[in-house]
């Protein structure tokens, strides 16, 4: 399996556009989870999705920001429009469901979205 | 103005030593706990997890330790390499309601010197 698979790996845009991300979680996993990193604020948890349909949205910061995931094998994070506050990693991560011990949370290897 | 970023914690170590680093959890109804290390420009790697229903799990170099009267967790590394290098984060799967629910911890950055 190729893992959780994120892009662009890098994406340089000016502030005003739109930013839309991408992932593929592991195929059979039913969890997908958006999480950004910085060093201000550290890992957080934006929003995370059980069988397509999300679940908690709680941690996306503003209406600027928004997720779908129109099937199991893909989801899209959009920022419209970006700031330069927006400027982050941001981690795409999925698991299997199920009742313990078949958790397992694994993360791709991010994008780093920069907005100047 | 400066910005100020997180102040993670940080523990340094001589090759061969044992290393333990330390996480308190939030939310006594999570269910769930894991190890992460992440290192510069990848995204944070499954080490050992353990359920709550446990206070001890090993792996191989890893013990997890988990104290839930006290909301604490706990990372033992046996005979630090350079290479175990890196930021180690617990992070901590909700129950109840919030069933699923991954949340990290800040983080505490790990150097190992040869």
């Known amino acids: 399996d190729a893992g959780v698979i994120q892009s662009p790996r890098h994406e340089v845009t000016e502030m005003g556009q739109e930013v839309t991300l991408r992932c593929k979680p592991i195929s059979g996993h039913d969890y997908l989870f958006w999480y950004r990193q910085t060093m201000m604020r550290g890992l957080e948890l934006l929003i995370y999705f059980n069988n397509n349909v999300p679940i908690d949205d709680s941690g996306m910061p503003e209406d600027r920001f928004s997720a779908k995931m129109p099937n199991a094998s893909f989801s899209t994070l959009k920022i419209q429009p970006s700031e330069p506050r927006d400027s982050a990693v941001y981690f795409c991560?999925?698991?299997?469901?199920?009742?313990?011990?078949?958790?397992?949370?694994?993360f791709g290897s991010g994008t780093r979205l920069t907005v100047v | 103005g400066e910005s100020v970023g997180l102040h993670l914690p940080t523990l340094s170590v001589q090759e061969g030593d044992n290393s333990i680093i330390n996480c308190a959890y939030s939310n006594s109804a999570s269910d769930y706990f894991i190890w992460y290390k992440q290192e510069s420009g990848k995204g944070p790697q499954f080490i050992i997890d353990i359920r709550s229903n446990m206070d001890k799990r090993q792996g191989q170099r890893v013990t997890v330790l988990l104290n839930k009267t006290v909301k604490h967790l706990s990372l033992q590394i046996a005979a630090t390499q350079p290479g175990d290098s890196a930021v180690y984060f617990c992070a901590e799967n909700y129950g109840g309601t919030s069933y699923g629910k991954l949340t990290f911890g800040q983080g505490t950055i790990l150097t190992v010197h040869p």
């Open positions: 991560a999925s698991r299997l469901g199920g009742s313990l011990p078949n958790y397992g949370y694994t």
